[in-house]
């Protein structure tokens, strides 16, 4: 059983930065795929953020790619979220994802909110 805990994320301005981790209880550089997913308000889907499988490849939504980065310390078990040039659209509850020997593993979620 794989836990994830999330930490960071809050409140920022448009254009502002941010950025939110996901330390797992197992060693990450056994996870066939780890990586974000976000809730928007009112939304009851969650929309691809970034995705690393273990081949090394990472895939961003379309609408992140170029402004979040995905970074990782495998000493920590923990993967980064880095989010540049925020945006109203933006506002939602991240989640870290893992899938592991077949199963998919969510964290608790966090609150990022872009507003002025």
């Known amino acids: 059983q794989v836990q994830l805990v999330e930490s960071g994320g809050g409140l920022v301005q448009p254009g502002g930065f941010l950025s939110v981790s996901c330390a797992a209880t197992?060693?990450?550089?056994?996870?066939?795929?780890m990586g974000w997913y976000r809730q928007a308000p009112r939304s009851q889907r969650r929309e691809l953020v970034a995705?690393?499988?273990?081949?090394?490849?990472?895939l961003y939504g379309e609408s992140v790619k170029g402004r979040f980065t995905v970074s990782r310390d495998n000493a920590k078990n923990t993967m980064y979220l880095q989010m540049n040039s925020l945006q109203p659209e933006d506002t939602a509850v991240y989640y870290c994802?893992?899938?592991?020997?077949?199963?998919?593993?969510w964290g608790q979620g966090t609150q990022v909110t872009v507003s002025s």
């Open positions: 197992e060693s990450i550089n056994t996870f066939a795929a």
């Open positions: 995705r690393r499988t273990s081949d090394g490849i990472t």
């Open positions: 994802y893992v899938h592991h020997r077949g199963i998919d593993y």
